[in-house]
C-alpha cells in the first residue's frame, strides 16, 4: 500500500503520503519541499518515546538540525498556555522564518503545532506527521489550526496550511484500541456525509473494533478514501464559507458532550458518534431521512465500538446553552449539519431548542422520560 493524494489549493497545494513502514524516511521526504535547515518536533512523551528517535535520525540523516519539545497528552492541555510553551521553544532553538514546526502526534499534538506554527515569526513551515487514526483521516487534512478556550472548544485557531501530510499507517498498532475507535467515527463521517461507497464496505467489513482486526486493504480503503474525502471538500472550500461546514457533521451536539464532560469522560471521536446519532434523530423529527437509514447509522457506530448515547447526567438545556458557543452559529442560530441519505447532508437552521428539548432526552442512556 502507497498512496500519495493531493489537496488541492490555489495557493498552498501539498500531498497527503501515505505508505507503511516509511516513518524512517520522512528526512528524504522533506528534502525536495525546499523547507530550512531547523526543524522543531513537537509531541507528547508517549509518541515520541515510540517514534520519536526514528523521525530525528532520519531528520538529522537528511541534513536537518532537530531540536524537540513536548506536550502534556491531553485535551485539556490544547491551550494557549501550552502554545506559550511551544513559542518559549522556538525562541531558545532560535527557529526562522524558513524553519519548520513538525507535528509528531495525534489531532491534539496537530492543531497546537499548526496555530504555532501560524502564528510564529507571522508563519513558518509545517508538517503533519499524524500518530492516531483521526489525526490521519482529519485533524492533519486541511489546515484547521488551535487551542480551545475554557468555555468552548477550538474558539481560538487559523486556517494554516501544512506543507507535507505524512502518513505512516504501520505506527497504528501501538493506538490504544478506544483511541482507534475514535478515529473510525471521523470515517464513519465521511460515509454518511460524503462516500456511501465507503460506509457499504464498512457495513459488509467483519469487526472494526481495533487495527490488529483489519485486513491491511481495509485500512488502506479508510485512510486513502477518508482523506480523499476530506481534500475533496476543503479544495472546495477552504474557508468554510459554505460546504466545509459538512465535515462538522456530529460534532455540534459532539462537542457539547465533550466540553460539559470536562474533555474527560468522552472523547473527540465518541463525541462525533453521539453527536452523529443524534443528528440523525433530529434528521428525523425534522422529516429529512428515515427511520431505517438512521438505524444503519447507529448500527455501524455500535459495531465499531462507539457510544450512540448522550450521558444521561447531562442537562439538556446545559447542552442547548453550550450550543450558543458553537462556531456554526449564524444570526444567533445553531446550524446543524443533518443527513438525507446515507452519503449526503444538509446544513440547515431549523433546528429549534423546542426541537432540541425534545430529542435530547430521547438519546440519553438510559433515555429520560419526555
Ligand atoms: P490525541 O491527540 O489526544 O491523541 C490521543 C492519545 O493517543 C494521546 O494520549 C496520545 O498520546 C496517544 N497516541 C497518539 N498516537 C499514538 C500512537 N501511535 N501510539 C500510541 N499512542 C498514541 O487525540 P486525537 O483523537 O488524535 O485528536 C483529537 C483532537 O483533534 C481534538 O482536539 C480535536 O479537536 C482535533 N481535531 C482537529 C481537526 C482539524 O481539522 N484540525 C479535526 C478533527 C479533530
Ligand atoms: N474537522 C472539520 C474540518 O476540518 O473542517
Known amino acids: 500500500m502507497a498512496a500519495v493524494l493531493s489537496v488541492n489549493l490555489p495557493e498552498t497545494a501539498y500531498d497527503i503520503a501515505i505508505a507503511p513502514g516509511s516513518l524512517g524516511d520522512i528526512g528524504a521526504a522533506l528534502k525536495p519541499l525546499g523547507l530550512g535547515q531547523k526543524v522543531l518536533m513537537i509531541s507528547n512523551r508517549v509518541v515520541e518515546k515510540y517514534y520519536g528517535e526514528t523521525v530525528r535520525r532520519s531528520l538529522n540523516a537528511a541534513g536537518f538540525s532537530v531540536a524537540t519539545h513536548l506536550i502534556p497528552a491531553g485535551e485539556r492541555y490544547k491551550t494557549l498556555n501550552s502554545i506559550q510553551k511551544i513559542y518559549d521553544a522556538a525562541?531558545?532553538?532560535r527557529l526562522e522564518r524558513s524553519s519548520t514546526f513538525l507535528a509528531l502526534g495525534g489531532g491534539v499534538v496537530g492543531d497546537?503545532?499548526?496555530?504555532?506554527?501560524?502564528?510564529?515569526?507571522?508563519?513558518?513551515n509545517f508538517v503533519q506527521v499524524p500518530t492516531t487514526l483521526l489525526a490521519m483521516v482529519d485533524a492533519s487534512v486541511g489546515g484547521k489550526t488551535g487551542v480551545n478556550h475554557p468555555q468552548g472548544k477550538n474558539l481560538i485557531g487559523a486556517f494554516y496550511q501544512p506543507k507535507l501530510v505524512y502518513i505512516d499507517p504501520d505506527v497504528l498498532k501501538t493506538l490504544p484500541p478506544r483511541e482507534f475507535r475514535a478515529?473510525?467515527?471521523?470515517?464513519?463521517?465521511?460515509?454518511?456525509?460524503?462516500?456511501?461507497?465507503?460506509?457499504?464496505?464498512?457495513?459488509?467489513?467483519?469487526?472494526?473494533?481495533?487495527?490488529?482486526?483489519?485486513?491491511?486493504?481495509l485500512l488502506e480503503t479508510i485512510l486513502v478514501r477518508s482523506c480523499q474525502a476530506k481534500a475533496d471538500v476543503v479544495g472546495k472550500d477552504e474557508r468554510e464559507s459554505g460546504l466545509r461546514a459538512i465535515l462538522n457533521y456530529g460534532h455540534t451536539l459532539g462537542h457539547a458532550v465533550e466540553s460539559l464532560t470536562g474533555y474527560k469522560l468522552v472523547n473527540?471521536?465518541?463525541?462525533?458518534?453521539?453527536?452523529?446519532?443524534?443528528?440523525?434523530?433530529?434528521?428525523?423529527?425534522?422529516?429529512?431521512?428515515?427511520?431505517?437509514?438512521?438505524?444503519?447509522?447507529?448500527?455501524?457506530?455500535?459495531?465499531?465500538?462507539?457510544p450512540t448515547k448522550i450521558p444521561a447526567f447531562l442537562d439538556p438545556l446545559e447542552m442547548i446553552a453550550t450550543l450558543q458557543l458553537d462556531k456554526k452559529v449564524a444570526a444567533g442560530k445553531v446550524r446543524f449539519i443533518l443527513p438525507t441519505e446515507i452519503g449526503k447532508v444538509v446544513i440547515t437552521d431549523q433546528v429549534t431548542p423546542q426541537i432540541l428539548q425534545k430529542v435530547i432526552p430521547a438519546c440519553q442512556d438510559p433515555p429520560c422520560p419526555p
Do not use: N
Open 268 to 306: 473527540h471521536g465518541e463525541g462525533v458518534a453521539i453527536g452523529m446519532a443524534a443528528a440523525g434523530q433530529l434528521a428525523i423529527a425534522l422529516d429529512l431521512w428515515d427511520t431505517a437509514a438512521a438505524k444503519r447509522q447507529d448500527a455501524l457506530i455500535t459495531k465499531t465500538g462507539l
Open 91 to 93: 525562541l531558545e532553538h
Open 112 to 124: 497546537m503545532t499548526g496555530f504555532a506554527a501560524a502564528t510564529w515569526l507571522r508563519g513558518v
Open 183 to 217: 478515529g473510525m467515527a471521523e470515517v464513519i463521517k465521511y460515509g454518511v456525509i460524503w462516500d456511501r461507497d465507503l460506509f457499504a464496505q464498512l457495513e459488509a467489513a467483519g469487526p472494526l473494533q481495533s487495527v490488529h482486526q483489519l485486513p491491511l486493504a
